[in-house]
Each structure stands twice: as structure tokens, then as C-alpha cells.
């Protein structure tokens, strides 16, 4: 059961370098979201979709893009890297409106820009 | 608005003693409520959610979590703590379809 896939593991950038994080889902779920955990803030919300072709702003959106072209796709991207940016990104999904739907995370991307 | 505060950044309890971990929340109606965990270089895992049905509510793992709505807290514990429960815990509150805040965690460790 793959779930929830992000690529990649790891990853070292240089201040001003740009990339993509992709994350996958394979259960059907509209909602994916994208989050960075620093120590001490436990997840804070980047950006998220409540559907193909959606996005929205969360709490921490500045210096990140999102596109959603496919359903099971959502990805996360960074123009021009700055140190401030170093953390652990993760992806996750969930299947529909109710409040009660859980989220369902991957295993998560460790970025640092040096 | 919609807060998430868990009273212990770290707790430390000796294997086979019980676990409390605790959890407030702040909701202007009546949320869900959900625990995770989260082991080492992994992500999020569910442990159990509170949804309006009843309020204790039973988890994976042993784990359980009373909701209280007198005193706004969702506190998690455990009879029997083992080695494999050592991680860091997440409280999350989610009151829309988009929204979840999660709580800062608190990390549980196991003393042989």
C-alpha cells in the first residue's frame, strides 16, 4: 500500500538554486496539503487543494508555488531557496468535506539550503 | 480562533507505567479532535480521532483519549507504556474541511 509518496528523501540546495517537491497519492483523495515541520512548531500548513486545478494559501505560503494539474499529484515548489527555508516538508491527503476525515501523511522530504 | 496547546514538551516515563500525554484545544464549536505519532525520519501516523460520538475514544496501539468538553482537553494516555510508543506526539484540532492545526508535540520517551 503506497498511501502517500513524496520525492524526493533528501535534498541539499544553494541559496537561489529553485525546485520541486512532488508528492502522490493513490486513494482517490481530493484534498492534499502541504506542510513544513520545524522543531519546537510542530506542522504549520503551506499551501493546500481541495481539488484538481485548486489551490490555496495556508499559514506559511511566502517564497512557495503549488500546482494540482492532476488529481493524485500536488506539487511544491521553491523559486530562489533562502536558508530560511531549511525543514522537513510534508505531503498529505485526505478523502472529503467532513471534519472528521483524518489526513494521511508521507514520509517527508528533508530540505537544507546552505 | 482555533488553538492547540499540548502542556509537556517531552515526557519521560519508565517502561510498563502509564502514559498521559495532554492536550487543550480552543474551538469557538465543536471540533474534531485527532491524535498522531510520529516516529523517527517518518511521517504522521493516526492514532485515533474524536468526532461527536463518544468520548473516550480507543486508539491503535493501546492508546486511548478522553474528550472533555467542560475543561477543553483531549489528553492521551496509555495503561502500559513500551519501548516501540517512544516518539513524538501531535495533538490536531480540525474544525473545517481545509483546516487542521496541529499542536507543537510532545516527544515520549521509554526508560527501559
Known amino acids: 500500500n503506497a498511501g502517500v509518496t513524496q520525492t524526493p528523501k533528501f535534498r541539499v540546495l544553494k541559496t537561489g538554486q529553485s525546485m520541486t517537491l512532488l508528492c502522490a497519492q493513490d486513494m482517490n483523495h481530493e484534498y492534499m496539503y502541504w506542510y513544513r515541520q520545524d522543531p519546537g512548531m510542530g506542522l504549520r500548513l503551506i499551501h493546500y487543494s481541495v481539488g484538481e486545478g485548486t489551490t490555496a494559501k495556508g499559514e506559511v505560503p511566502d517564497g512557495y508555488n503549488v500546482s494540482r494539474l492532476k488529481k493524485q499529484n500536488f506539487l511544491l515548489g521553491l523559486e530562489s531557496a533562502a536558508p530560511s527555508q531549511t525543514s522537513v516538508y510534508f505531503c498529505a491527503s485526505s478523502s472529503g468535506q467532513a471534519s472528521n476525515q483524518p489526513q494521511h501523511f508521507g514520509d517527508g522530504t528533508r530540505l537544507s539550503i546552505l | 480562533a482555533q488553538s492547540v496547546t499540548q502542556l509537556d514538551s517531552h515526557v519521560s516515563v519508565s517502561e510498563g507505567t502509564p502514559v498521559l500525554l495532554r492536550c487543550n484545544y480552543s474551538s469557538s464549536y465543536s471540533p474534531s479532535l485527532f491524535w498522531y505519532v510520529q516516529h523517527p525520519n517518518k511521517g504522521l501516523q493516526l492514532l485515533l480521532k474524536?468526532?461527536?460520538?463518544?468520548?473516550l475514544v480507543k486508539g491503535i496501539n493501546g492508546f486511548e483519549a478522553e474528550f472533555k468538553k467542560s475543561e477543553t482537553s483531549f489528553h492521551l494516555t496509555k495503561p502500559s507504556a513500551h519501548m516501540s510508543d517512544a516518539a513524538e506526539y501531535f495533538c490536531a484540532v480540525k474544525t473545517s474541511y481545509d483546516k487542521v492545526i496541529f499542536g507543537p508535540g510532545t516527544s515520549l520517551s521509554v526508560i527501559p
Open positions: 474524536y468526532t461527536s460520538a463518544a468520548t
